[in-house]
């Protein structure tokens, strides 16, 4: 007995069996809401657009979460990073503009959504792992759309190099609804199959001054393109 446990602290602890052994790394790691997200101003109104996968490191965790978050009235966000970081800042947010709108009497201004937005993302850089992208209208200039990346910068433009690329190759002035409808949902499908992982549903979302239209692209409602299927340029 005694060479036996003598032996048994020089091996240390045996192999663990049962769910402990079958245990994954993710089930401890923090959920990410997956990129691509996307938004596209047309005619003075404009279209948000997003993948519905979160992920844990590599583990698709949910393939249908809402990613455009109303903010306040027509005013809306697409977030991107940590799940639980971008809708903390979303609902912080949402609480401020509250108090503000009552104290304006009237609906808050899009770049003030942007700018406290901006404020969170660059005041709690180190804690934080957000990126969103901002829209909405209001009196003063109508329809606005914003993205604001980790570092707390406020922009109106992508950093996505590949989307950039494909939406100059392909966007035209003066498109329908129904036209820059389907090229944001092209668009996205792209993007999607680049990353190899996004789940097959889109998540849209047309706003207007008269309102909101939503609308959810199933798998086989979205067109798969590749090389092959692109149109020559």
């Not at 959920?31 to 992920?55: C, H, K, W, Y």
């Not at 901006?118 to 990126?131: H, N, T, V």
């Not at 909101?212 to 199933?218: H, N, S």
Request: aromatic share 6%.
């Amino acid at each position: 007995r005694k060479m036996a446990a003598t032996l048994a602290a020089a091996l240390g602890e045996g192999p663990v069996w049962g769910p402990k052994a079958i245990a994954s790394d993710w089930e401890n790691q923090e959920v990410f809401t997956g990129i691509p997200i996307m938004a596209v101003q047309f005619d003075g109104n404009i279209i948000l657009e997003a993948s519905f996968r979160t992920t844990t490191e590599s583990y698709t965790t949910n393939r249908v979460t809402d990613k455009l978050t109303p903010i306040h009235g027509g005013t809306f966000c697409c977030h991107s990073g940590s799940a639980a970081d971008t809708q903390s800042e979303a609902n912080v947010v949402a609480y401020q503009l509250g108090w503000h709108s009552v104290e304006l009497t009237e609906p808050p201004l899009v770049h003030t959504v942007a700018s406290l937005l901006k404020e969170m993302c660059y005041q709690y850089r180190k804690d934080l792992m957000a990126e969103i992208i901002t829209e909405g209208w209001d009196s003063q200039k109508g329809r606005q759309v914003s993205s604001v990346p980790m570092e707390g910068m406020m922009v109106r433009d992508s950093r996505s190099s590949y989307i950039c690329g494909y939406v100059e190759a392909t966007y035209q002035e003066g498109v329908t609804k129904k036209e820059c409808l389907q090229s944001t949902a092209n668009t996205l499908s792209l993007a999607m199959k680049q990353d190899g992982s996004s789940s097959s549903v889109i998540h849209l979302a047309a706003t207007a001054e008269s309102g909101i239209e939503w609308k959810v692209l199933l798998g086989d409602e979205i067109v798969q393109l590749t090389i092959a299927t692109l149109s020559p340029l």
